[in-house]
C-alpha cells in the first residue's frame, strides 16, 4: 500500500470521502484480519481519517469514540476557521493595497497564541520577494500555498503576497496562482487579479468559508459515523445508508 498523496477531507467531496470508507468496509470483510487496519493507519496521511481509525477500533467504548471524534473535529475545524480568516484578510488586504504591516496584525491576531514575529515574517517575506528574482530558485517550494502548512509558514506566504501586490501591483499576483493547492484562496486570488469590487469580494469569501466549515463539519460527523458502523459489523449496505444520510 501506498502513502496517501492528496487525501483532505476539508477539500474532498462527501461522495469520495464515502466511497474511501465503503473500501475499507469491503477490504475488511475480504481480508477479514486487523493488518488491513494497521497498513491503513501506517500509510494514512489525514489527520482526522488517521485519528478514526487509531481510536474506533481500539478498546474504547463507541460512546466515547463518537465523543472524541467530535472534539477531534471541533480541533481540525477551530483551525481551518483562523486560517480561511486569515486567507480572506490578505485577499481583501491585497484588493484594497493596504499597508502589509497592518495586515499581518490582523492575520496574526487570529491566532490565540503568536506563530511568527513580526519581524521575523517580514524578513523572510522579504527573502521570497528576493527569491522570485533568482532564475535558479525552485519555483515551486518558494511560491507554492497550501492550507495544510504551518500557520507561521501560512502567514508568511501569505505576507509575501500583499506585499507583492502592493509594491508590483495585482496582476503580478497571476504567477502565484497556478502554485496555490487551496481552492478557497486560489479562487479569492483569482478574483482580486480580475479586479473584483472589493464589497463584492468580501461578500463572496464570507459566504464561502461559512459553506465550507459547514461542508467540513457534515463530511467529519459522515466519517465518524461510518466508522463506527464498519466497527459494529454492519453490512456494506447499511454503511452506504449510514453516508445517503449525509448526502441530499
Not at 201 to 224: D, F, I, P, R, T
Request: net charge neutral; with cysteine.
Amino acid at each position: 500500500m501506498e502513502e496517501q498523496k492528496d487525501f483532505d477531507i476539508l477539500e474532498m467531496p462527501a461522495e469520495g470521502l464515502a466511497a474511501y470508507w465503503l473500501s475499507i468496509k469491503k477490504l475488511i470483510d475480504v481480508k477479514r484480519n486487523k493488518q488491513v487496519l494497521e497498513e491503513e493507519i501506517r500509510y494514512t496521511r489525514e489527520p482526522f481519517i488517521k485519528f478514526l481509525l487509531e481510536t474506533a477500533f481500539s478498546e474504547i467504548d463507541g460512546d466515547t469514540v463518537r465523543r472524541l471524534a467530535e472534539s477531534k473535529a471541533k480541533t481540525i475545524l477551530d483551525e481551518y476557521s483562523r486560517k480561511l480568516s486569515s486567507m480572506q484578510i490578505s485577499l481583501l488586504a491585497m484588493s484594497s493595497q493596504e499597508n502589509p504591516r497592518i495586515s499581518f496584525v490582523r492575520m496574526a491576531s487570529q491566532y490565540p497564541i503568536s506563530v511568527i514575529s513580526e519581524k521575523k515574517a517580514f524578513t523572510l517575506a522579504h527573502g521570497l520577494m528576493d527569491g522570485m528574482l533568482d532564475k535558479e530558485s525552485d519555483r515551486k517550494v518558494l511560491l507554492e500555498f497550501d492550507h495544510k502548512l504551518q500557520p507561521d509558514r501560512l502567514l508568511v506566504k501569505m505576507l509575501f503576497h500583499i506585499i507583492l501586490s502592493r509594491k508590483e501591483g495585482k496582476q503580478q499576483l497571476e504567477q502565484i496562482v497556478p502554485y496555490i493547492k487551496t481552492p478557497f484562496y486560489a479562487n479569492g486570488m483569482t478574483q482580486v487579479i480580475d479586479g473584483f469590487d472589493h464589497r463584492v469580494l468580501k461578500a463572496n469569501l464570507n459566504v464561502q468559508a461559512e459553506q465550507l466549515l459547514k461542508y467540513s463539519g457534515s463530511k467529519m460527523a459522515m466519517a465518524s459515523e461510518m466508522c463506527l458502523g464498519i466497527r459494529n459489523k454492519l453490512g456494506y449496505d447499511d454503511i452506504f445508508r449510514i453516508a445517503r444520510a449525509f448526502m441530499p
